[in-house]
């Protein structure tokens, strides 16, 4: 059972552009929502990461917005560029549950010149 | 401060080997867990630890092991290889105690095991 489910897959945007990434989850206990970085052949980073209280959080060009009766969410970066090319992991976890974060599946983002 | 380091970084297994995937980190961090990440599945949790000698299961628990003697190192064992264990496997550790956020995972660069 997904509990975290992310869209799209993959995403072509051009240089400038803007790229956006949505997920939605389930279980209406998660109070904490990371987004995870992955370039190839490494180990995801964090990237930016809002609470449900909040609706909109901006970090630099990256921008989660937060829906919480739609139990949805969404990365924007904004003016894409070639060095965002990677893969864009959603994340969801219960804060008094240590360590276990639910990750969406995933969207391969290519930013082209 | 090498943060969290794992090895091997390659290792190909035939069906019914043993071994152990491992697992350091140097940030005295409480929380360490292993995930492992198929194309299309995202990352999955394994196993997980709150500190040593704590361990739980996570979403998909068969067919490997762990425990934790030290703070510091949090190995995995697989005990009879199979392919459907071929995968790329990380491990991660936070601490309760990160002023950037509850729980900032950092992450192993990754093991990539195939089972033949």
């Known amino acids: 059972q997904q509990q975290v489910k992310q869209s799209p897959q993959s995403l072509i945007v051009q240089k400038g552009g803007i790229s956006i990434i949505n997920c939605a989850y389930e279980?209406?206990?998660?109070?904490?929502f990371p987004w995870y970085q992955q370039f190839p052949g490494k180990g995801p980073a964090l990237l930016i990461a809002?609470?449900?209280?909040?609706s909109e959080k901006k970090e630099g060009r990256f921008t989660i917005s937060f829906n919480k009766s739609a139990k949805q969410f969404s990365l924007h970066i904004m003016d894409s560029q070639p060095g965002d090319s990677a893969t864009y992991f959603c994340a969801a976890i219960l804060t008094g549950t240590a360590s276990k974060l639910t990750f969406g599946t995933g969207t391969r983002l290519q930013v082209t010149l | 401060n090498a943060g969290v380091t794992q090895t091997p970084k390659f290792q190909v297994l035939k069906t019914g080997q043993s071994m152990t995937l491992q697992c350091a980190q140097d940030m005295n961090h409480e929380y360490m867990s292993w995930y492992r990440q198929d194309p299309g599945m995202g990352l999955r949790l394994i196993h997980y630890?709150?500190?040593?000698?704590?361990?739980d299961q996570g979403e998909v628990p068969n067919g490997y092991n762990v425990s934790r003697s030290t703070t510091e190192d949090f190995p995995l064992r697989l005990l009879s290889a199979a392919p459907s264990q071929t995968s790329v496997y990380f491990c991660a550790s936070s601490s309760a105690r990160d002023t950037r956020g509850p729980l900032e995972q950092y992450f192993g660069p990754g093991t990539r095991l195939t089972v033949t």
């Open positions: 279980n209406t206990a998660f109070d904490y």
């Open positions: 630890s709150v500190g040593a000698g704590i361990t």
């Open positions: 809002i609470r449900p209280d909040v």
